[in-house]
Each structure stands twice: as structure tokens, then as C-alpha cells.
């Protein structure tokens, strides 16, 4: 009796396993596990003490977005269609000297804007990766 039931139990667990394996949702505008990204815009972007820049568009096909930042300047994103400007107060820190990759798939492909809140001029380099193979 007991090894029916845990027969059965294990035969109810392989075909849940199954099941989810064929029904899982990818996320959207991602790359798939294991395919490469490939780059479709890279822009270098200069924005004095301050300054708002829109840096992407809305865009339905974007796989991910890489941000490089140089130097000891941290910049504030905001990663939303929304009206509101990134400031000191609302956005998302990207810190200093570091080069982020924004999947597509958590951060999605909205219209993104920066602000700089350095007290110079800050140069950083924004891509925006569009297919995969």
C-alpha cells in the first residue's frame, strides 16, 4: 500500500514537472536562455550638471540596454513612459564608473530618461540591443 502511494505521488510530481515545462511563459522582449544579443544602436551621450536627457525611445523589440558611466559621476534613470524627470529625488541610481545591462525582460522598453546630478559634465555610452541569434 505504501509503495502504491508513493508510486502514484511520484507519477503525479514527473507529470506536473512535465506540464510546466512545456507551458512556462518566456519573458517578454528578452533573449532566450543562451542566445547572443545583437547590437543594434550605440550612442555616446553628454550631459552637463543637471541636465534631463531622454536617452531611449519606447520600442517593442529591444532584447536589453547597456549603460557605461565613467569617472565618479552617478547618474538617476528613470525607466518608466511617465511624464515625471528624473532627479535627485526619483529615479533609479546608476552608479559611478560602472557599465549596467538592463534586460529588456525586468526593466522592459519604455522610454528612458537621465539626469545628471555631477557637478561637471558627464559623457557616458548608451546601447540598445534589438535581436538575438
Not at 545591462?101 to 546601447?127: H, K, P
Given at each position: 500500500?505504501?509503495?502504491?502511494?508513493?508510486?502514484?505521488?511520484?507519477?503525479?510530481?514527473?507529470?506536473?514537472?512535465?506540464?510546466?515545462?512545456?507551458?512556462?511563459?518566456?519573458?517578454?522582449?528578452?533573449?532566450?536562455?543562451?542566445?547572443?544579443?545583437?547590437?543594434?544602436?550605440?550612442?555616446?551621450?553628454?550631459?552637463?550638471?543637471?541636465?534631463?536627457?531622454?536617452?531611449?525611445?519606447?520600442?517593442?523589440?529591444?532584447?536589453?540596454?547597456?549603460?557605461?558611466?565613467?569617472?565618479?559621476?552617478?547618474?538617476?534613470?528613470?525607466?518608466?513612459?511617465?511624464?515625471?524627470?528624473?532627479?535627485?529625488?526619483?529615479?533609479?541610481?546608476?552608479?559611478?564608473?560602472?557599465?549596467?545591462?538592463?534586460?529588456?525582460?525586468?526593466?522592459?522598453?519604455?522610454?528612458?530618461?537621465i539626469y545628471n546630478q555631477s557637478a561637471t559634465t558627464s559623457i557616458f555610452t548608451v546601447t540598445e540591443f534589438t535581436g538575438f541569434r
Amino acid at each position: 500500500m505504501k509503495k502504491t502511494l508513493l508510486f502514484i505521488f511520484a507519477g503525479m510530481i514527473a507529470i506536473v514537472t512535465v506540464w510546466q515545462s512545456y507551458n512556462s511563459i518566456p519573458a517578454k522582449a528578452s533573449a532566450p536562455q543562451g542566445m547572443a544579443a545583437t547590437s543594434a544602436s550605440t550612442s555616446q551621450i553628454t550631459l552637463i550638471e543637471g541636465q534631463v536627457a531622454q536617452v531611449f525611445a519606447s520600442s517593442t523589440s529591444c532584447v536589453s540596454r547597456v549603460i557605461s558611466v565613467g569617472g565618479f559621476k552617478n547618474l538617476w534613470i528613470m525607466l518608466t513612459d511617465s511624464a515625471t524627470l528624473p532627479s535627485v529625488n526619483v529615479g533609479n541610481l546608476h552608479a559611478a564608473s560602472t557599465t549596467v545591462a538592463y534586460d529588456a525582460g525586468v526593466y522592459g522598453c519604455g522610454l528612458w530618461r537621465i539626469y545628471n546630478q555631477s557637478a561637471t559634465t558627464s559623457i557616458f555610452t548608451v546601447t540598445e540591443f534589438t535581436g538575438f541569434r
